[in-house]
Structure formats: C-alpha cells, structure tokens
C-alpha cells in the first residue's frame, strides 16, 4: 500500500486505482460464504498494527512535506489513503478499531 500511494502521489496512477486497491485487500481479510457469512477473517490484532504503521507513515509524510502549496497538495493526497484504510476497517470488532 505504501508504494502504491507513492505511485499515486507522484501522479503515476489515477485516484480509483487506489481506492480499488483498498477494496480488492479488504476482499483479502475476510472471507465470506454463502448469505455473507465470514467463514475466516485477519487476525484482529494484525489489522490494527497494519492501520497504524500506515498512519504513521502518512503522517511523517506530510510532515516532511515542508509548508506551503506542497504541503496542502500532500494533505490532499492524504485523505484519499484513508479511504483505502477504511476498506480494510470493515473487519475490525469495535473494540479492535478503537485501538487505533
């Protein structure tokens, strides 16, 4: 994921191949069965790691941004890849998601 909004970032990919990323990893953490039931799901404690090694990564990113129009056109950026980590949230309890 880090290298993918890297790609986005720097103007390589579009916006919605992003967001389909998150979506198709999300497809990756649970898997459903038959009428939706989860028959297996990600480690709940994985997930949160993951979140927030990807926040805080986005965060010193936009950190390092410097000030200016750089670091608004970053910000913006910014809140596209958390649409990806809300894709991968879905398979989080509510206490596992206040973790982070």
């Known amino acids: 994921m880090l290298q993918s909004f890297a790609l986005y970032a ?3 990919i ?3 191949e992003l967001a389909s ?3 198709l ?11 939706f039931k989860t028959l297996k ?4 404690r994985a997930l949160v790691t993951i979140h ?6 986005l965060s010193r990113k936009i950190a390092e941004a410097g000030k200016g129009s750089s670091k608004v056109k970053k ?4 809140l596209l890849f ?4 809300v894709a991968l949230a879905g398979a989080l309890d509510g206490k596992e998601a206040m973790k982070m």
């Not at 990893?25 to 009428?35: E, I, K, S």
């Not at 799901?41 to 709940?44: T, V």
Request: charged content about 25%; hydrophobic content about 40%; proline content about 3%.
């Open 10 to 12: 720097d103007g390589s």
């Open 14 to 16: 579009p916006e919605t």
């Open 21 to 23: 990323l998150g979506k």
């Open 25 to 35: 990893l999300a497809g990756a953490v649970v898997v459903h069965g038959a009428q």
């Open 41 to 44: 799901r990600m480690d709940s």
């Open 52 to 57: 927030t090694d990807l926040i805080d990564w």
């Open 75 to 78: 910000t913006k950026n910014a």
């Open 82 to 85: 958390f649409k990806t980590l």
